[in-house]
C-alpha cells in the first residue's frame, strides 16, 4: 500500500471541464474532445496539472452523461474513442492529466446489463441492480428520488420494482454482487491502460445502499466496496482519486482520504455548501449565508484532515452556481470579490479544483424556464408550482441554486456565441460575454485570469501551501475571513475582507516586516485598513 505523504496531487491544481459547454469544434452547438484539444494550450498557461472531464461515456444525456449506457464508449456528441485517445496523449505533452469522472452508483436504463436485468427475474443480469417484490401500485416503501417522484419503478415483465435514487432511467447498481464489482474493476483497469491519470467518483458514498432500512449514504459495506476497489485498481499506478461524499464528516473523512492510500486520494465534502439553505429543508429554500458558520466549517475540516486525511477545496462544480454571484459581488465588485473568494480557497491545505469559467469570474444566468435544460430544475418547477409557490419565488431559487447557472457556455471572446460555437449551442450564452471573457482577460495583468494563474504558481513555489499547519484568526469577527497557515520554515497569514464595506482588520500584526506576497488591489493605504473584498497574503520566511 503506497504511502502518500509526498504525492504529487498535493500541490497540484485541478481543473473541471463539463465538456458539453466549453468548447465546439464542429458547429453543432455543443463542447466536444476535439474542442478540448484546441483549448490545450489555455490551460498550460493557466497552470493547472489536471483536468477532470465530466461524463464523456456513451449516454442517452437523461441526465447530461451522468446516465451512463457504456461505460467502455464515447458518445457521439462528444466525438469518437480515437479522439478520446488523442486528448489524452496530447494533455501530456501539456503536462496535464486527464481525470474520468466515474459513475459507479446507477447506470442507464440503456446499458446493455439493464436491458438483459429486465427480461426475467433468472437472467444472469437481473442481480446486477436493486429489485423488490411487489404490486403494481403498491410500492415497497415511500423513499423519494432526488430528482423527485418515488425512488421505485415498476417493470411489468418481471413483476418488481427496480430502485432508483436519481432519475426513473438511472437505475442503481447492486454492489452487494460481486460480479457487478467484478465487471467495474475491469472496466477502471481498461481506462487505466489507455494512460487515464485519476478517477473522480460520483456519489460514491450511495453504493452501500440498504433501501429497506431507509439507508442510501453511508451504508455498512461502503468502506468495504470502496477499500475492495482500490486495493484492486487504484493502488496499482500513480493515480489521483476523489470521492464526491455528500454525506461525508470529518470522521469518514479519514477513512477516505487515509494517507495509508487504502481508499481514496482526497474526498469532496459538502458541509460548506448547504450554509446558505434554511436548516433541514432543501437547497432551493434559501437563506443568508452566516460567515461565522462559513469559518467555523472551513476551519473544521482544515484542522481534521491535518496530518490524517487530505481535503479537497472548491467554490463551484457543474452542480453548483458560480461562486462570485453566491457569495461574491457579481456587479460592482465582480473582480474584486471574485479574487478575493479565490485567495480564500487557495491558501488553505488541500487540493483546490477551478470550475471552468471560475477563473474568468463568470456569474450566474436569469432566464426564462424555457430557456433552461437541467432536469432537475425542471422537475422541481412543475413540483412547486403544483404546490402552489409563486413563480417569481420558484424563479428567485433557480436563479440562486440552478445547476444551468454552472453549464452555460465558456466564455471565449467577444465573437459570436463568446467563440464557443459556430453554431446555435444547446444552451444559451451568459449575455455579458463582451464584458467576461477569456480573451479580454488574458491581455489584462489585473484580471480575475490571472489572479487563478498567480494563486497556482504559488501553491508550487512555496510548501507551506502543501504542508503549512491551519490556525484561524479572529474567528467571532463578522467582516474577516482570516488564517495563518505555518510549517517548519514558513508561516503565511491569509486575510479577507468578505464583504464590500471598507474595514479595519481588528489583530494587530507586524505586518510591515512581512512580504506581501499577493493582494488582490494594486496599492494599500495603510496595513490594517482594507477595501471592499480586499485579500492579501502576508509571508514570512523563519
Request: net charge negative; aromatic share 14%; charged share 25%.
Amino acid at each position: 500500500m503506497a504511502e502518500q505523504k509526498n504525492k504529487w496531487w498535493k500541490s497540484a491544481v485541478i481543473y473541471q471541464i463539463y465538456p458539453k459547454s466549453f468548447q465546439d469544434s464542429n458547429g453543432d452547438g455543443i463542447g466536444d474532445l476535439r474542442g478540448i484539444i484546441q483549448r490545450l494550450d489555455y490551460l498550460e498557461n493557466l497552470g493547472i496539472d489536471a483536468v477532470w472531464l465530466s461524463p464523456v461515456y456513451r449516454s442517452p444525456q437523461d441526465d447530461n452523461g451522468y446516465d451512463i449506457s457504456d461505460y467502455q464508449d464515447i458518445d457521439p456528441m462528444f466525438g469518437t474513442m480515437q479522439d478520446m485517445e488523442h486528448l489524452i496523449c496530447e494533455a501530456k505533452k501539456h503536462n496535464i492529466r486527464i481525470i474520468m469522472d466515474l459513475v459507479l452508483n446507477h447506470t442507464s436504463d440503456e446499458h446493455r446489463w439493464f436491458q438483459e436485468a429486465k427480461k426475467s427475474c433468472e437472467n444472469p443480469y437481473h442481480d446486477y441492480y436493486v429489485w423488490r417484490d411487489g404490486e403494481e401500485g403498491i410500492l415497497p416503501n415511500d423513499m423519494k428520488a432526488c430528482f423527485g417522484g418515488s425512488a421505485w419503478e415498476w417493470v411489468p415483465e418481471v413483476k418488481q420494482y427496480y430502485f432508483h435514487q436519481f432519475s426513473i432511467k438511472q437505475p442503481d447498481l447492486n454492489w452487494e454482487n460481486s460480479k457487478v464489482r467484478q465487471e467495474i474493476y475491469e472496466m477502471i483497469n481498461w481506462w487505466i491502460d489507455k494512460g487515464i491519470g485519476g478517477f473522480r467518483l460520483d456519489v460514491i458514498d450511495q453504493i452501500a445502499k440498504e433501501p429497506d432500512h431507509r439507508i442510501t449514504c453511508n451504508g455498512p459495506r461502503l468502506h468495504e466496496f470502496i477499500r475492495e476497489m482500490s486495493k484492486t485498481v487504484f493502488q496499482k499506478e500513480d493515480l489521483i482519486t476523489v470521492g464526491e461524499a455528500w454525506g461525508a464528516n470529518t470522521e469518514n473523512a479519514k477513512l477516505y482520504s487515509n494517507p495509508d492510500g487504502s481508499e481514496f486520494s482526497m474526498v469532496f465534502q459538502f458541509e460548506h455548501i448547504g450554509l446558505d439553505q434554511q436548516v433541514g429543508k432543501e437547497k432551493w429554500d434559501l437563506a443568508p449565508l452566516s460567515l461565522l458558520s462559513l469559518k467555523k466549517a472551513l476551519s473544521r475540516w482544515q484542522k481534521a484532515l491535518d496530518g490524517c486525511g487530505w481535503n479537497s477545496l472548491f467554490w463551484d462544480n457543474h452542480d453548483l452556481p458560480r461562486i462570485v454571484s453566491r457569495w461574491g459581488n457579481d456587479k460592482e465588485y465582480r473582480i474584486e470579490s471574485a479574487k478575493m473568494l479565490a485567495i480564500l480557497l487557495h491558501g488553505m491545505q488541500g487540493t483546490p479544483y477551478i470550475y471552468q469559467g471560475e477563473e474568468l469570474g463568470m456569474t450566474n444566468v436569469r432566464y426564462p424556464i424555457s430557456e433552461y435544460r437541467d432536469i432537475e430544475i425542471l422537475n422541481m418547477y412543475q413540483e412547486r408550482k403544483a404546490l402552489g409557490y409563486p413563480k417569481s419565488e420558484i424563479m428567485e431559487s433557480i436563479y440562486a441554486k440552478g445547476r444551468d447557472n454552472a453549464r452555460t457556455p465558456m466564455q471565449w471572446d467577444q465573437s459570436a456565441n463568446a467563440g464557443f460555437s459556430m453554431g446555435r449551442p444547446w444552451i444559451q450564452v451568459n449575455p455579458n460575454y463582451m464584458e467576461i471573457n477569456a480573451n479580454e482577460e488574458l491581455n489584462d495583468p489585473e484580471s480575475v485570469f490571472m489572479c487563478y494563474k498567480t494563486l497556482i504558481a504559488l501553491r508550487k513555489k512555496y510548501p507551506v501551501f502543501v504542508d503549512g499547519h491551519f490556525e484561524l484568526l479572529c474567528s467571532e469577527d463578522e467582516t474577516f475571513f482570516a488564517y495563518a497557515r505555518e510549517n517548519e520554515q514558513e508561516k503565511m497569514y491569509v486575510i479577507c475582507n468578505f464583504y464590500g464595506n471598507k474595514a479595519v482588520f481588528p489583530e494587530e500584526r507586524d505586518w510591515e516586516h512581512m512580504e506581501l506576497l499577493y493582494s488582490n488591489y494594486k496599492t494599500e493605504i495603510d496595513s490594517s485598513y482594507y477595501q471592499p473584498y480586499e485579500a492579501r497574503i502576508y509571508y514570512v520566511k523563519k
